[in-house]
């Protein structure tokens, strides 16, 4: 059976937009980035276009009807190149929330194991239609536990076919923690103070515990608002002004220059325009 349908259901479900609904990633132009940080365990499956993977040392190139896996804690770089016929590079996506995670961990019998080196996983979509079709019915009728449960089942195949480690609970990472909260609230004024108050350490411990991890609050605040602006510049048709102030910069021109510096583009080159 081919895969047409499921992609041009997936897609659908995607451009809808929504709470609990997959995020649609789409470009007009060719365009790379690099250096993006994976928050969350996240499956994607590109429906259009081509798309070149960089994790590590590994690398790939996908096309429509694969499947990719992103784990959390990778840094990606990636080349999107829209499809030559209809100008549209598409990529659905769906972070994996850490309830559906741990509701996972829980049904499978065995404990998985974090591998030693993060692992770029391509399959074929086909191998979880099933799942994928399932994972759709709860969305289009907006029933959102099943749709979870579903998810979880998803986890599971992926599971049965050899990749556990998506289970397995991350390393302890206060840089982790500090970029999730900043994530939620991109436009919030933080503070180191409201970071001590969540996080239970004084500003010394907190400032001792980043460099640890090699890194700085100010390093780590920037990333975490530059991750949720080529988010939204994926995922909306917003003007960078809007997206600027979206994400907690004041100053477009600030916001441009960081932008470059984190990967190695413009805002406008993402192409949505």
Avoid: Q
């Amino acid at each position: 059976m081919p895969l047409a349908p499921l992609l041009a259901r997936l897609a659908a479900l995607a451009e809808a937009g929504g709470e609990h609904m997959p995020l649609c990633i789409r470009a007009r132009h060719e365009h790379g980035v690099r250096s993006i940080v994976i928050e969350r365990p996240t499956f994607a499956v590109l429906v259009e276009g081509r798309k070149h993977l960089r994790l590590g040392a590994s690398e790939t190139t996908i096309t429509p009807g694969t499947l990719f896996l992103l784990p959390h804690g990778g840094r990606i770089d990636a080349i999107n190149t829209p499809d030559t016929g209809s100008g549209r590079y598409r990529t659905v996506m769906a972070p994996v929330c850490a309830e559906v995670i741990e509701a996972a961990r829980l049904l499978w019998p065995r404990p998985p194991a974090r591998p030693p080196e993060l692992p770029l996983v391509t399959l074929d979509a086909d191998l979880l239609r099933p799942e994928l079709h399932a994972w759709c019915d709860a969305l289009e009728h907006r029933r959102d536990g099943a749709a979870r449960g579903a998810m979880a089942a998803l986890l599971i195949r992926l599971c049965e076919l050899g990749h556990d480690w998506l289970l397995a609970p991350p390393p302890p990472s206060v840089t982790a923690r500090i970029r999730a909260m900043v994530a939620a609230e991109p436009a919030r004024d933080w503070r180191s103070t409201d970071f001590e108050a969540e996080l239970g350490m004084s500003g010394a411990t907190l400032r001792r515990r980043l460099a640890a991890e090699s890194s700085s609050l100010a390093d780590t605040l920037a990333e975490a608002r530059l991750g949720a602006a080529i988010g939204l510049l994926y995922t909306t048709d917003w003007p960078v002004k809007t997206i600027a102030a979206r994400v907690g910069y004041r100053s477009v021109p600030s916001f441009v220059r960081r932008f470059v510096e984190r990967y190695g583009m413009e805002p406008h080159e993402v192409g949505n325009a």
